[in-house]
Structures are given as C-alpha cells and as structure tokens.
C-alpha cells in the first residue's frame, strides 16, 4: 500500500515560517491535500491539489509538491494555527494519509 | 450551510456489526462521493471506505475488505456503513466526509466532515 511520511512533530516560534514535509513514492505525480486538525475538531481542507487553498482559508498557508517530497508552508505562523497536520494522496483507488505532524508554536 | 450527521455508533462486542449512517445537507448529495474516514483514540486518520455519486466506484481499506460495506441512498440524501465481525482495532471515531469536486471520486479533497461517530469494540 502507498505510504506517506510526516515528521511527528514541527516547532515554530510566533511569526516566524513552518514547513511540514510529507514524502511518498514518487509523491509529485500524483496531487496532494492538506488538513489541518485542533484538538477536539474534526479536519479542516487547508490544501488541495498541492497548492490551491479553500476559501476562507489564510493565505499564509500555501503547498508545493515535487519529487518524492510535499511541503505545506505557514507563513507568519500564528497562535491559532497549533494544530495536527495531515497530508492526503490518492493512489489508485484508494487514499493515503500521512502520520500527522504536531505543530508547535515555541 | 454544508452539514454532515454522523451516528449509529456506539459499544458492541468483539465479533458483533454495527451500522453507521451519513447524512448530508446544505449541498446537491447526490453529485458528490462520499467518504468514512476513522480515528483510533490518540492516532492519525485512516481512509476506510468512499463511493462515488452514483454508487458505480466504492473502495475499501485493506484493514477492513470483506467486512465492512458501504452504501448510500441519495432519494434519503444518505451514506451507510455496514461493519461485520468489529476487532478491538476498529475502535475509533468515524467521520463521513465530502468530496471536494462534484462527480470525481478518485483524485479528490474532502471539504466537508461531520463531527464523527465513536464506535467501541470492547467486551
């Protein structure tokens, strides 16, 4: 089965930029998503198809993906965006999700 | 607003079914696929089913092929989750979520979830 790796865990002082890696096979033929999940809530759409954001969604979120590597980047990080991070893929007919990363405001 | 209402779970013993119910508001159902997606206490997402619009594409997770089985009735704007034979490792909370695009099913987003239905496998 397709697999997704996420580090566990990200810090990231007020303000300044996160980047949360998520790497598969391969990872840039296919599209990726990106959810963002506060404790409690369920997932919210932050990302999809790499680098398109939902409405009502910030534009300091924003994605890339190429190679075997996506990153979603928080630019500004603030106090509201302590949350755990999920990325998303398709392979075939059957969805992945990476492990989740814990993002940290320091 | 789009809504999705989840329920039907609950605690059953080792071996028992359970069904879960989906029902969406707010959006044209039948267009979309519709997805399970669960979580075990404390652990990530984990994909478990989806089925397209028109019931044409439905797909299982490996953890649960043979067991569970999805359906949906659009006339009841409706999405079904038949679970056999529970394990203690089908504990979790099951979300219903929505595709992003209309008519799609592989390739898509979920902008839509509910907030979920706690199933507990325990004796």
């Known amino acids: 089965s397709f697999e997704l790796t996420q580090p566990p865990s990200v810090s990231v002082s007020l303000g300044q930029t996160a980047s949360i890696s998520c790497s598969g096979d391969?990872?840039?033929?296919?599209?990726i998503c990106w959810y963002q999940q506060k404790p409690g809530q369920s997932p919210v759409l932050v990302i999809y198809?790499?680098?398109k954001r939902p409405s009502g969604i910030p534009e300091r979120f924003s994605g890339s993906n190429s190679g075997d590597t996506a990153t979603l980047t928080i630019s500004g990080t603030q106090t509201m965006d302590e949350a755990d991070y999920y990325c998303?893929?398709?392979?075939?007919?059957?969805?992945?999700f990476g492990g989740g990363t814990r993002l940290t405001l320091l | 607003e789009v809504q999705l209402v989840e329920s039907g779970g609950g605690l059953v013993q080792p071996g028992r079914s359970l069904r879960l119910s989906c029902v969406g508001s707010?959006?044209?159902?039948?267009?979309?696929?519709i997805l399970w997606v669960r979580q075990a206490p404390g652990k990530g997402l984990e994909w478990v089913s989806c089925v397209s619009w028109n019931s044409d594409i439905i797909a299982y997770a490996d953890s649960v092929k043979g067991r569970f089985t999805i359906s949906r009735d659009n006339a009841q704007n409706s999405v079904y989750l038949e679970m056999n034979r529970l394990t203690a490792e089908d504990t979790a909370l099951y979300y219903c979520a929505k595709a992003l695009r209309t008519i799609t099913v592989i390739g898509n987003s979920l902008d839509a979830w509910g907030q979920g239905t706690m199933v507990t496998v325990s004796s």
């Open positions: 391969k990872l840039g033929d296919k599209y």
């Open positions: 198809q790499d680098v």
């Open positions: 998303q893929a398709w392979d075939s007919t059957t969805v992945a």
């Open positions: 707010g959006f044209t159902f039948d267009d979309y696929a």
